[in-house]
Structures are given as C-alpha cells and as structure tokens.
C-alpha cells in the first residue's frame, strides 16, 4: 500500500487557477470513486474539501472542484485567494477497509 | 456538533508503547455509519492512515503498522483506543483520531491532534 505520488509544491497568482494531480493504482484511485481532498493549514487539522471525487461538503466553496481520469485524481482551485495558501492532501479507499494518502502538495499564492 | 479529543503521553520511550485514547463527544459511537479511526502526521511530513474500527470492534489497519497496532473501542465511554509497540523515533508524529464515513469513505471529522515524541 504505497502512498499516492502528489506534486511537492504548486503556486498561482490571486484570480488564477491551479490544479494539483494525485497519481494512483487501480487498487486505490483508479479503483474506486471514492477519492476525497483535504486542505490544511499550519498547525491545524485537516478540513475536507472534496469528497467522492467531486462533491462538496457543505460550507466549501464551487472554487475547489475535483476529477477523476483512470489513476489518476486532480484537485483545481479556481480564482486563487490568498486564504488557499495550504497543503492538500488526496485520500482514496484502497479496498477491504482500508485506505491511502497522497503525498501532499503545498501551494502557494503569489 | 460532534467533538474529538486525544488524550495520552507525550513523550514515550523506545521500544515502549505508545497508548492514545479518543473521547468521543457530541454524536453516538454506536452509529452504523461511520468508522473510528487513527491518522497520524509526523513533522514536517504528509499524512499515513494507521486504521479504523467499527463500533462492533471490528478492525481495519494500515498493512505497514498491522503487526504494532492495537486499536480497540469503549462504547460505555463513547471511547476508542490505540496502542503502538516497539516504538521508534519514526515514530515521532501528531497523532489524530478521526471519523470516517463509510460507503463513502472519508474523514468527515478530525480531532485537534496530539504530539507525541519517542525519545530516550
């Protein structure tokens, strides 16, 4: 069970747009639509973003949206604010009850 | 408004045992919705899950750690529990109990987390 392979690091501008990858197996991401997207601040907790490939919990802006191409998952933060500024991580389920993280992408706002 | 909160040692000694409880508050442990589950961070690093349990007792662990890891529930307490053996400075991380959704298998709620450091 091999973490997911994530960009390190990925930055825009405030208004553009980035979109961070997270690269897979067909054991865990190409496997199953149940990849989810967490977003974490310097010493805080996680806070999910994206659930289910593409789907919105309630109170998180349409600016983060999420897809899914065979092995691979990508997380697109549109219309870049300066609070984006965080690291995201990519989980799928990996099957039997289990599950894997990505790697973790910082971003960075210009 | 479900509530998370980690509770043990923070500093262990290596080779010793790294005990960490979670008090469960806010919601029922005993929902068939959701696993119970542990998520830890080491500094400066990215997130490995460690494993889940089911309020039944069922478990579920990270192949990685399966042979070191005890994760057990209280339902009496609304707790859950994780034991780590033979610990090791790689050990070092912000541990964090969680819950996540089953079916749809994500963590919808995190606690705040809990340093623990192994060192001599």
């Avoid at chain 2, 990270?62 to 009496?76: F, Y």
Wanted: net charge neutral; aromatic share 12%; glycine share 10%.
């Amino acid at each position: 069970q091999s973490a997911l392979t994530q960009p390190p690091s990925a930055s825009g501008s405030p208004g553009q747009s980035v979109t961070i990858s997270c690269i897979g197996t067909s054991s865990d991401v190409g496997g199953y639509n149940y990849v989810s997207w967490y977003q974490q601040h310097p010493g805080k907790a996680p806070k999910l973003i994206i659930y289910e490939v593409s789907k919105w919990p309630s109170g998180v802006p349409d600016r983060f949206s999420g897809s899914k191409s065979g092995n691979t998952a990508s997380l697109t933060v549109s219309g870049l604010q300066a609070e984006d500024e965080a690291d995201y991580y990519c989980s799928s389920y990996a099957g039997n009850n289990k599950y894997v993280f990505g790697t973790g992408t910082k971003v960075t706002v210009l | 408004q479900l509530h998370l909160q980690e509770a043990g040692p923070g500093l262990v000694r290596p080779s010793e045992t790294l005990s960490l409880t979670c008090t469960v508050s806010g919601d029922s442990i005993n929902s068939g919705d959701y696993f119970w589950g542990w998520i830890r961070q080491p500094p400066g690093k990215g997130l490995e899950w460690i494993g889940n349990i089911f309020y039944t007792g069922n478990t579920y662990c990270n192949p990685s750690l399966e042979s070191r890891v005890t994760i057990s529930v209280d339902t009496s307490k609304t707790q859950f529990s994780l034991k780590l053996t033979s610990v090791t400075a790689a050990d070092t991380a912000v541990y964090y109990c969680v819950r996540l959704r089953r079916f749809a298998d994500y963590v919808d709620s995190w606690g705040q987390g809990t340093l623990v450091t192994v060192s001599s």
